[in-house]
Structure formats: structure tokens, C-alpha cells
T-cell receptor, first 115, second 113 residues
């Protein structure tokens, strides 16, 4: 049990559809990070959020991608009008605080496939 | 800008062989360093971390890593690998006091039984 819960585990979409990926952080964690993993590549940072705030979205593509972490409920990574190149594994991580000696804990990921 | 370089993308070893995976990073200040392991189809798990103090860090499952500041390196080692160590290993760096963790491209280790 990873503690960080992501769903769905697998998501299949056709080109042009929307993909919504959910992440519930570990209990007590208020910081959420999203990463994208492409085949043969490492994890690429996308966005860092705290409750109701986007702290750093420097890794997010400028178009079609958005993320939120509302006061209640999971963090959502949303990809509009998906294209084949969006196929990847998307991982969410959480930590209890920004600073200090706290590593991130990862979820199982969502594998997005675009037909 | 921060970056992490892992020297080998694929490593194949026989059981009981010794392992060393290279990791070099680029960052000018204080760093936190991590090694994560990802077993097939699973999430990333923390193997070990370095924040300060003894540069030789021991982690789970018999892994250790040595931080050599002068070489900007944080190589992962294990004296004797097992078939169950077959996985992908990621080195990561975070600027001290920061939040953005930068990952290397990963090294896929395959251990032959």
C-alpha cells in the first residue's frame, strides 16, 4: 500500500478527448507533486501544488494541461484534447511539508494510453 | 539549472555479483540526494537518502550510497545482488530547502538467476 492513491491505474482515451487523473496524498500531507514518465526517460517534474495553490508549474506544457488541488478532495491533473504524445505514466507524490528532511512518497501512477 | 546524470541505462548482472550504479548531479548549493527503486508495475520506493552528516548512507535491502561532494557524485552500491533486485533505479537531487526534486533517466538492472 503506497499511501498515495492514484486513480485510475490505467486510462485509455482517443485523440481529442479529455483525461482526468486523480491523486489523493498520504494522510497528513499537504504538498502534491506531479511527474510524467516517458519510456526510457526519468521522471519529469510537472507541477507542485499545495491546497488551493499552484506553487510551481514550470514543468507543465503551456497548453492543454492544468492541475488543481482543491480544499476538499484529491488533486486533479487534467489534459484536454489529448494527443498521442501524451501517452505516458503520470506519477503523483506527496510530502508533509516543503522544507526539511522529508522525501516524497509516490503513488502507483496512472498509465495513460492515447489511441 | 539542476540536472542528474545516471551513467548506465541498462545493467545486467548475475546473482551474487557486486553492483555499483553511477550518479552525478549538477547543482551549486546544498543538496539532498535520493535513490529510488521502481519494481515492474509498481510505484517508486525510497531506497536511501542523504541530507547531511556521514557521506556513506545505508538504505534498505542492503543498499548503500556514498556522497562525494568534490565529485558531485552519489553512487549506489550493493555487495551481492539478488534476482529480486531486478528493477529500475533512479537517482534524484533536491536543492537543500527546496521542493523540486530532479530525477535521472534511470538505470534498468536485470539480475540473472
Amino acid at each position: 500500500n503506497a499511501g498515495v492513491m492514484q486513480n485510475p491505474r490505467h486510462l485509455v482515451r482517443r485523440r481529442g478527448q479529455e483525461a482526468r487523473l486523480r491523486c489523493s496524498p498520504m494522510k497528513g500531507h499537504s504538498h502534491v507533486y506531479w511527474y510524467r514518465q516517458l519510456p526510457e526517460e526519468g521522471l519529469k517534474f510537472m507541477v507542485y501544488l499545495q491546497k488551493e495553490n499552484i506553487i510551481d508549474e514550470s514543468g507543465m506544457p503551456k497548453e492543454r494541461f492544468s492541475a488543481e488541488f482543491p480544499k476538499e478532495g484529491p488533486s486533479i491533473l487534467r489534459i484536454q484534447q489529448v494527443v498521442r504524445g501524451d501517452s505516458a505514466a503520470y506519477f503523483c507524490a506527496s510530502s508533509p511539508e516543503q522544507e526539511g528532511n522529508q522525501p516524497q512518497h509516490f503513488g502507483d501512477g496512472t498509465r495513460l494510453s492515447i489511441l | 539549472a539542476q540536472s542528474v546524470s545516471q551513467h548506465n541505462h541498462h545493467v545486467i548482472l548475475s546473482e551474487a555479483a557486486s553492483l555499483e550504479l553511477g550518479c552525478n548531479y549538477s547543482y551549486g548549493g546544498t543538496v539532498n540526494l535520493f535513490w529510488y527503486v521502481q519494481y515492474p508495475g509498481q510505484h517508486l520506493q525510497l531506497l536511501l537518502k542523504y541530507f547531511s552528516g556521514d557521506p556513506l548512507v545505508k538504505g534498505i535491502k542492503g543498499f548503500e550510497a556514498e556522497f562525494i561532494k568534490s565529485k558531485f557524485s552519489f553512487n549506489l552500491r550493493k555487495p551481492s545482488v539478488q534476482w529480486s533486485d531486478t528493477a529500475e533505479y533512479f537517482c534524484a537531487v533536491r536543492g537543500g530547502g527546496g521542493f523540486k526534486t530532479i530525477f535521472g533517466a534511470g538505470t534498468r538492472l536485470f539480475v540473472k538467476a
